[in-house]
C-alpha cells in the first residue's frame, strides 16, 4: 500500500509537471463520508484492443486525457481520466490492473487531490481511444485501438447506405443464391458471437404467462452455436451459455477482444400494446427513428428512458460508416431468413424490417454486429411461439442462414486481413 502510493506520487508528479498543474496536495486520509467512490475497475484486453470499465457508485462527472511519452523520466503513453467529487474504494487502491501486452501495461488508481480521484491508463504506445460513460449503474468506458479504426474497404457503390436513421437499406440477394457461389477460402474459421440477451438477475422481457426473454434468447443461442458449427466454417462462441447476468459492456468487450468478426444479439420484443408483433433486427444508430424503438432501446440499455438522450455524440463518434455498411447487409439478411425459416413452420408471421437505435450493446463493437428482436414475448399469440422447439429452430436456422451467406460475402473485420 505504502509502496504503491509512494509510487504513484513520482507518477503524479511526472503528470503534473508535464501539464503544468500546481503540485498537488496530499491525498485525503479518507474520502468525505457521502462521496461517490470507484468500485471496480474492469479490463478487457489484447495486443491491439483493450476496453477498460471504471466503476462509480453514483453518477460523477468526470475529464479525459492524454500525456505522451516522456522518455526521460521513464514514462510510457498515458490516458488519464480525472473524477471529481469522488473516493476509492481501499481495495481498488491495492490493485492496479497489470497487463503488459503491448498494448496496455497497466491501470492505476489514485487521489489526484482533494476531491479528484486519477484514473491513469499506461499504454505500451501511442494508440486512439475513446471515452464515453453509460448510466444505469453508471461507469466510465475507455476504448483503446492499437491499430486505430480497423481498415474495410469502401463498399461497392449499389451497397452503398446513407447513415441516416431511417437509411433505406441496400439490396441484398437472397442467401438461397449462396450455396451456387464458391466458398470464399479463408486461412482460418470465421469467428462468430452470438450474445443472448440478459441473464441472471435480469430476466428481461418477460411475457403475459410468465416466459422470459433471457431463457427463450440463450436457448436459441445454443442452437444456433450446435448448427453453426457443424461445418466446421465457423468458430462460434457465446458471451453466455447459462444463466449468468453480464454487463453490456462486457458483451461488446468479449467479441472484440476474441477478435469476432461478426456479433448477434439476440433478444425478444416486448410492447405495452399487446397486440405488437413481428421480427426485426437492428443496427446501432446514434438515434431512434420513432418512439417505440427508442423505447425498446432504453429497455434493452437498462436505462429509464429520460436518462437516455444525452448519448447520441457518443454513438456518432464510435461508429463510422463503412462497419455500418456491412452490420445493415447482415442484419437486412438476418431478418429475410427467420422470418422465412418461421414463416415455414407457421402462418402469417410478420415483419417489421431492418430498423437502427442506440443499443449499448452495439457500441464500440469492431465487427460487423446485429441485433435480433425475434417477435414479442408480450404478444400472447406470440409468446406461445417461442415456447415451441420448432420456432426456435426456425429462428436459429434463419440466423444461421444468414451467417453462412455472408461469412461467404461479406467483409469480414479480422479474418480478411
Ligand atoms: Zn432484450
Redesign the pocket.
Known sequence: MTLLRRHLGVFLAGILCATGLPFAAPPPADAAPGVSRVSDIRAWTNEIYTRVAIDTEEEVSWQANTLRADPARGLPPRIFIDIRGAGIQDEILRKPVEVRNGLLRQVRVGRFDRGTVRVVIDLERESTYRVFALPGPFRIIVDIDGEGEIPVPPPPADSAVSAAPAAIPPPVESPRVAALQPATIRKHPVRVMIDP??GGKDP??IGPTGLK?KDV?LEIGRKIREKLSRSGEFDVRMTRDEDVFIPLEERTAMANKGRADIFVSL??NASRNQRAEGFSTYVLSRGASNREDLELAA??NGVPIRKFQGVKFIIDDMFTGARKNESLRLAKTVNDAVVRHVSTRYPGVHTLGLKQAPFYVLVGARMTAVLVEASFISNAREESRLRDPSCLDGIADGVVEAIRYYGQNGILAYSDY
Open positions: 440477451g440478459h428481461g422481457a426473454e434468447v433478444h425478444i429497455r434493452e
